[in-house]
């Protein structure tokens, strides 16, 4: 069955990058394409970006221009998301997902928390 | 950007109960409409998706209907494992931006 297995929790300051990796297995990688989820401690899902299989093409949320890239490995089945710039408010769960072109999501990663603290 | 608006916030019920939970979108995305459940610490599950459509692995006391701006899940006997937070989402092919709704949670009278 399809698996999506993330990096572990990372702790940056404010400023610095981060990049969260998504593995994929038990399904063929280049069908279906990759969304990032981000959750804050206690709040709602927040849709950040898609990026289509082999990282041709992808799109941000408006929220995250600027700061975000998505990008595709084909050799090792995984996708990685890489925000810079990190604030406070970037503190969130961070889920990887899966879908068959602009659809829902069927499968998610188990989520890496991301905390950005001074 | 669609707004999905769901309601209500949080809902106290007893187990056996039937429940509906509502969600509205901003403006029509016909039934392109999928509903998650989140348990707490873990990740979000499809139940969900085509406004009706059970996802595989789903019971069938789970059913979804509506379209264009309105949206209803209901669940026909609640069991104890079904305590948890339900968020509606948009999605559609001519405008790949998502956006989840804020959540109902579903909680033990």
């Known amino acids: 069955q399809a698996q999506l297995v993330q990096s572990g929790a990372e702790v940056k300051k404010p400023g610095a990058s981060v990049k969260v990796s998504c593995k994929a297995s038990?399904?063929?990688?280049?069908?279906?394409?990759i969304h990032w989820v981000r959750q804050a401690p206690g709040q709602g899902l927040e849709w950040m970006g898609i990026?289509?299989?082999?990282?041709?093409?992808?799109i941000y949320a408006q929220k995250f221009q600027g700061r975000i890239t998505m990008t595709w490995d084909t050799s090792t089945s995984a996708v990685y998301m890489e925000l810079t710039s990190l604030r406070s408010e970037d503190t969130a769960l961070y889920y990887c997902?899966?879908?068959?072109?602009?659809?829902?999501?069927?499968?998610w990663g188990q989520g890496t928390l991301v905390t950005v603290s001074s | 950007e669609i707004v999905m608006t769901q309601s209500p916030a949080t809902l106290s019920v007893s187990p056996g109960e039937r429940v509906t939970l509502s969600c509205r979108a901003s403006?029509?995305?016909?039934?392109?409409l999928a509903w998650y459940q989140q348990k707490p610490g873990q990740a979000p599950r499809l139940l969900i998706y085509?406004?009706?459509t059970r996802a595989t692995g789903i019971p069938a006391r789970f059913s979804g209907s509506g379209s264009g701006t309105e949206f209803t899940l209901t669940i026909s006997s609640l069991q104890s494992e079904d305590f948890a937070v339900y968020y509606c989402?948009?999605?559609?092919?001519?405008?790949?931006?998502?956006?989840f709704g804020q959540g109902t949670k579903l909680e033990i009278k």
């Open positions: 997902a899966r879908a068959l072109a602009y659809n829902w999501f069927d499968s």
């Open positions: 038990g399904y063929i990688f280049s069908n279906y394409y």
């Open positions: 990026i289509n299989p082999s990282g041709v093409n992808t």
């Open positions: 403006q029509s995305v016909s039934s392109n």
């Open positions: 085509g406004a009706s």
């Open positions: 989402q948009q999605y559609n092919n001519w405008s790949p931006m998502y956006t």
